[in-house]
């Protein structure tokens, strides 16, 4: 049986033969190279080389001497990698990207010009990179955090990027505070503790002295702070931004992508051991999915507000820490993103990709919201010290459109541009401004007047009715979950003062869960709401009531436990169906050595050993009979880890044969079906079929398919 890694390794081998035919990206590929066995090794000047494995010495008879300084191409590697580093970003340091197209079915003409939203007939190249935000590069994916959901359009008319995360709101209005909400998440300053995580005085401290804040954290302490993967995340552009037709008629927009797969989250306890375990697991998840052809999609919405009703709501459309409630402004779907490369290289793409919230195209611009005007003097600024000036000359961060302007030199400039004048007006006329009609950027002329001040708006200072909406709108399980992650965050906190104000914050939003956080953490146990809950929910803010999703096992990974002596028949129906599903079946065994099914011919060499991976790491779990098999396994305490471990993180589980009542003992079933009924059970998600026991081929996938809870 081929195994799933040599099958990605090929696909890596055909990723770095460049660009497939009629990929449109390929233009900004085009600084990218080979490595074959026909290219030579040379030094940067491009001399080759006859070694890479020796510095240039002065040798005696037994080879050995001193090293000469003189061996430039030594001096050259050392030098170079030296150098390697550049600054990590200052937040959103950790992220893996991915290629991809943005198809537009349904254009959006009557509310913008942009021809990337009304041009049915394109299709636009984008690149998307997904992130943590506190943690270093090196921290580990699936820590609880806000998650970065970044896309740069290569449009026609210029890049186009909308900066988004995975979390629809922000924990601040003004984004002049934003150096202090990052430093108080980041590590502490006197000994850089804890890495990539809010569970700390600092991070809750912030939260508590900023009202603003309460909608936010209440979504990162939800499901959301641990995504499943970066294909079940929604993705949000958070700020309002506006939208110009061609009438010049302007209204607000709001940016939404929602994932074909569903939302959906690990649950805290894997989040945990996964950070150990798999630092990279959301980075292989996607990179995974993209090698095996199960392409990641999102629909792409708009929110849309009328200038006429910007002041109808009980809530100012500008202010970042609340949402549009769907219910009052349905979003309405127009464009498809599809995620189907990999980078070739991730420091030159994934690492050097810039995006700016101040890069829109025409029909498309800002709004008087305070956290989008800052961020749009950030991001570009940002840059600078990241990748330095040119760092849109970089093929990742280059238009597919002509660039041309009086722009010049600085550091590490590339383009060369060909005449003798730099500057406009010139006598040739040459590089002219362009018309609206060619296509040129003209900013809504938005009537200005006022008082310099440094103010907010009325509704800017309501900062409790969407914390409650939100969790209003939670199942009891997202609930649940809450106040855990609140009692874990607020436990990690040493400072009395920080989680006794943080349990009377809670209050605010609800005197239940104040309670339940208080219990756990300790603080003084609060008796009552400081302000009513309005009781008002919304839909489509649970993921467990997330609309329009067909459940599916494509792309989920399931594991397939044996040992020698397995059941071949059961083994193959479930790994076939499993393939078939899209799914990725991975065997695990007692060892990585050649494992004898109980037929004594049929064998088969596992992915990966019981030790060496985890359940935290797969969807699902099946386990094939075989008596002599299902011996060991019993006697393995990994293997029944294996089996608890799922159960306890509400994982599918199917089992025939002689497994059925391994799967039983392993999770103490008989106790806990003795007062539960079948329903329950299934409910669980475990599947055994112990009495029968599949003869044939056929018969096992019938079975296997058969099993609810686990295809
Ligand atoms: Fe960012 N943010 N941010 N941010 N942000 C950066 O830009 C900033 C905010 C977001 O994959 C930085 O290139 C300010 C909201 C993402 O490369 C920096 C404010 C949202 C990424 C910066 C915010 C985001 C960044 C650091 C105002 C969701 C990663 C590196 C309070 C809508 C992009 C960089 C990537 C990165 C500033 C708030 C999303 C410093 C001033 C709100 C996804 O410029």
């Keep these: 049986m081929a195994s799933i890694m040599s099958s990605t390794a090929q696909k890596v081998q055909h990723a770095v033969m460049g660009p497939r035919e009629g990929d449109k990206t390929a233009d900004f590929l085009k600084d990218t190279k080979e490595m074959t066995p026909n290219a030579r090794l040379t030094t940067d000047y491009g001399v080759k080389q006859t070694s890479a494995d020796d510095w240039l010495k002065v040798v005696s008879q037994d080879k050995t001497g001193p090293a000469l300084l003189e061996d430039p191409f030594a001096r050259e590697r050392i030098h170079r990698f030296d150098h390697e580093r550049i600054p990590e970003r200052v937040v959103h340091a950790r992220g893996s990207g991915a290629f991809g197209k943005f198809k537009l079915f349904e254009s959006a003409e009557d509310v913008t010009l942009a021809k990337v939203l009304t041009d049915t007939s394109r299709e636009t190249p984008v690149f998307v990179r997904f992130s943590t935000v506190l943690g270093s590069r090196g921290s580990a994916d699936t820590v609880r955090d806000v998650r970065g959901f970044a896309v740069k ?19 601040i209005q003004d984004s002049i505070k934003f150096p202090d909400v990052i430093h108080a998440g980041k590590p502490e300053p006197h000994n850089e503790v804890p890495q990539a995580q809010t569970a700390h005085n600092n991070f809750w401290d912030f939260q508590f ?99 006429a009703d910007e002041h109808k709501f009980d809530f100012d459309i500008l202010d970042a820490t609340k949402i549009w409630p769907e219910d009052l402004v349905p979003v309405r ?46 991001y570009f600024d940002t840059q600078l010290s ?47 401004p362009a018309s609206h009609a060619e296509g040129g950027y003209v900013e809504f002329a938005e009537k200005v007047a006022g008082i310099k001040a440094r103010a907010r708006s009325v509704k800017f200072q309501e900062h409790y009715n ?31 003062v920080v989680y006794g104000r943080m349990v009377t914050r809670l209050t605010d939003i609800d005197l239940g869960l104040a309670q339940s956080v208080s219990a756990m953490v300790g603080g003084e146990m609060p008796q009552k709401a400081t302000r009513p809950n309005h009781g008002r929910k919304a839909p489509a803010l649970s993921q467990t009531e997330f609309p329009g999703t067909k459940p599916t096992i494509a ?31 991975l065997v695990i065994g007692t060892k990585r050595n050649k494992i004898v099914a109980a037929d004594g011919t049929t064998s088969v060499t596992p992915h990966h050993h019981l030790e060496g991976f985890r359940s935290t790491m797969v969807d699902a779990l099946f386990i094939p009979g075989g008596e002599q098999s299902i011996k060991t396994l019993s006697k393995n305490g990994r293997a029944l880890h294996w089996v608890r471990e799922a159960f306890g993180h509400l994982k599918a589980i199917g089992a025939t044969g002689e497994a059925a009542a391994f799967v039983q003992i392993a999770i103490a079933l008989p106790q806990i ?28 996938v019938t079975i296997a398919k058969g099993a609810k809870g686990f295809l």
Excluded at 392 to 405: D, F, G, K, S, T
Excluded at 555 to 584: P, Q
Excluded at 673 to 700: C, H, I, N, W
């Design 673 to 700: 079906t003795a007062s539960v009924s079948g329903d329950v059970l299934e409910r669980y998600g475990v599947v055994t079929v112990g009495q029968v026991k599949p003869t044939s081929f056929s018969e096992a």
């Design 555 to 585: 792309s989920r990974r399931i594991a397939i436990l044996i040992a020698d002596g397995y059941d071949a028949v059961a083994f193959s129906a479930a790994y076939a169906a499993i393939s078939a599903g899209l799914a990725i079946p």
């Design 386 to 432: 990241r990748l330095g000036t040119n760092w849109q000359e970089l093929p990742i961060n280059r238009p597919v459109c002509p660039v041309m302007n009086f722009n010049r030199d600085g550091a590490m400039r590339h383009t060369i541009t060909r005449g003798t004048v730099n500057y406009w007006p010139n006598r040739f006329e040459a590089c002219p």
């Design 466 to 496: 969407q914390a409650q909406l939100f969790w209003n709108s939670m199942s009891q399980v997202e609930k649940n979950h809450m106040i855990n992650a609140l009692a874990f965050e607020l436990d990690h906190c040493e400072d009395p």
């Design 333 to 378: 779907y127009i464009g498809e993103l599809e995620l189907n490369r990999n980078p070739d290289e991730f420091f030159p793409q994934t690492e050097q990709v810039a995006f700016c919230t101040s890069h829109v195209v025409p029909g498309i611009g800002f709004s008087n919201d305070p956290l989008l005007q800052g961020r749009n003097f950030s």
């Design 209 to 307: 002295n900023h009202t603003e804040a309460t909608h936010m954290f209440m979504w990162a302490m939800s499901d959301r702070g641990i995504p499943r993967s970066y294909r079940m995340m929604q993705g949000f552009g958070v700020n309002t931004f506006t939208l110009i037709n061609a009438q010049g008629v302007r209204s607000f927009c709001k940016f939404h992508w929602t994932p074909e797969l569903g939302v959906h989250s690990l649950v805290w306890d894997e989040a945990l051991k996964l950070a150990g375990q798999d630092p990279d697991f959301h980075r292989k998840d996607l990179w995974e999915a993209i090698e095996n052809g199960v392409y990641p999609k999102w629909k792409f919405g708009i929110q849309v507000i009328s200038e």
């Design 153 to 171: 359009m290569y449009t026609e008319e210029g890049n186009w990027d909308i900066v988004g995360n995975d979390i629809p709101v922000f924990f």
